[in-house]
């Protein structure tokens, strides 16, 4: 290590010891003979001292430096007097008194502050994400998105989940949204697609006898941006085997329990309240109502789960149903006499969502099981017999060889960091986001690409 | 739940107890009036049995049961006599005498037996992957798999590191392998490509001062496949900001130690030993070489260390220099002199692999930070200015803002889960891998695409 220590860790403890740090230069207060400097990483502040007669050396250095320069500063650990003591910094009991300085990298005048006493514009934040991310704004959270995925592991570990990794090229079965295509060159003319969520491996997992999956994956889809959608989405994504929608209750409520003692210290009251799709929309008009509303919900975390969702609804424009939650959701067993009579709009669906202050934490349902009823199900949203085949076929197939009872729930994340940080944008909990045009300003992407990577696919642009 | 416990849960100490198991059907052995079955789960595997008289509607269910049949059974804990103990199962000594019998999902007659004993063809198992992951095989190595990644996490978190998403759909920088592409619809014309490996984003991440950064990810690669090897695969992915090459071996010591230890109980000795690559060379004729060859060697696992790889390598074809590691990597100060000379076959780099019995686990390097160092590097690479700008114009322009030197390495994690479960192919450690010709046989991904999703990207099949 090029440090004895982080710029977060020296107290008086430390007194009269020596030390190696390194870091930014965060300040530099420049007193005449002594020079004062504000060493940063991500742990911390340390003052440092710069005196003539202790180190020339590294006095005449000091004088060179300007914000955001990397050092290497070693020194003696110096306690303050009681007067001096900066009570808002961890290491304010002491400063480095220093012997040698190094400068490692010096460093252009940054183009904003590193600071969140103001906020530069979003475009010069994405444009030079690696100033942004020394932001504390930006540190807390990625640093709370990481406290986050780690609560939830061990979470489900601890359940008897498997982290299962399901396959980011793959087949395209549109519906939703659009997805992300990728050419493939040992294959020409044909395509993979990168998923929109991996329900149907998950339900594959299932068929497997994995009986508990888990992951917190990658999502995509190829949307027109709308303010605060990103073309990649994290979730976490869950499926279990021989369950009803109560155990997926049973599992979701201890697991925000835990992540938010965890992540912000804070108890929740669980079993969350519950209603149904109808009341919420009776009472709230919403399907994503915000409890807080109520005046008898005081707590500044209301959580609720909706449930009994319809079904289907119907699509006036293309004069068809289609799913309101997805064709793999299984219907309420009380409805069944509807749905046999062909009166979908009365047919209920075990799904449910998880809302949270308005925002939908997550969604999921008890899965259809069976190939008769998945192929109806395929029939009544307009999908021929054929097209089912092709998109669906091997799902269908899969049904055939013992599928067992099964039903998830998949939660977002970036959402939840968010919330979690008092964020307004999901933006500000990936490291390196999407604009709402779908590019990243610092690499560029996406760009061109040179003629011959198109011709080795068998491509051209027209 | 469907069940009050799993196929691999009862003993002698539920006897007499009531219990509700769920499961596939493993055997039926009918012995004209008593029908006995084993039912599966993950967990295991109970021996069931239907008398007659005791539940009339179950036995008669029992009857139409078929492999693989997916049952629900309710029924009471007998404990067996000391001579019918089944000693092979943790369950054997007990069977569940059988009061009620639901059929949740038949199935066809599995296409192959869901046992380690006979092996199907790779076509067959990789077409119908949930009969295979039902195997002994396949199962345990995902759990084996799952095992890993978390004594990773665990490990990680302890020392201080952040788990940091980097993106999937990235700006195509086209070296070593190709690059997938992805179309984007919103910029016509353009496309992401899908990251080779978070190289850049992971020093970027130090320049924005996380200092500490993992993550396990998913890294793609459009190669003509050769044995083993997949288009998408994953990595620990690992960088560190003011340390150096004795640091990283510091970490990931201890890190494969607590792996070993926790998922195989052996003991490694560590340090690993460390050779040069030319003594690897000259001794092994190889830079991966097996320790065990030689005959002090007796260890099971041979871990070693190889370092000060050449930093350069000739394209006798291309008439120029490429980069044996990658062009991010630093030289050794002991070689600048050559360096500055022009004398670039003598050009060491602080660059290391880890070998583990002639598999390399990973490799990783010093970085460059320091921008005029790097763009020196790319000149004698072949890379003009222009065309370094236009691809890594972001990393030299992040350079310029406080880059701290930093160094960092990856684990491959398909082969390391192959090596603990002592499998040859990565495909069995991977939940739905790709053929040997990239394609999916299970979903028969990659696949033909709309002409109007075509459309929308402004792109024409040649």
Redesign the interface.
Known sequence: ???TH?CGELNKEHGNKKATL?G?VAARRDHGKLIFIDI????GLTQVVFVPSVSPQAHTVAQKLGP???V?VAGTVAVRPAKMVNKDIPTGEIELCAEDLEI?????V?VFEITDETEPSEELRLT???????RPKL?QS??T??KL??AI?TFM?GQGF???????????T?EGA?????????????????PQSPQ??KQ??M??????YYQIV?C?R?E??RADRQ??F?QLDIEM????QE?IFALAEPLFQKIFKEVKGIDIPIPFPRMTHAQAMKQYNSDKPDLRQNKDNKDEFAFTWVVDFPMFKYNKDEKRWESEHHPFTSIMEEDLEHFEKGDYAKVRARSYDLVLNGNELGSGSVRI??RERQKKIFQIIGLSGQEAQKRF??LLK????????HAGVAFGIDRLTAILCGLDSIRDT???P?TQ????M????????DKK?L????????
Chains 1, 2 share one sequence.
């Open positions: 290590m090029l440090r982080t390194c930014w940063r990483d991500r742990y955001e320069f990397v290497r490692l990298n010096p460093s252009e940054p030079y994400r690696y100033l942004d991310i020394r540190r990625l640093e998105r990481h995925c780690s592991r570990n498997i982290d299962v990794e399901t396959p980011v090229l793959t087949k395209s549109p659009r997805d992300f295509l990728v050419p493939s060159r040992l294959n020409p003319g044909e395509f993979f697609a990168l149907l491996f594959i997992l068929v497997a006898g994995i009986d508990r990658k995509f190829d027109d941006l073309p990649e994290t085997s021989f369950v009803t155990d099981h069976q076929g091997f899969a049904f055939d060889y013992g599928a067992p009872p990936i490291a390196f999407k045009k779908g590019n990243c610092m690499t560029d992407a996406p760009s061109e690409v990577q011709d080795e696919l068998g491509l051209r642009k027209v």
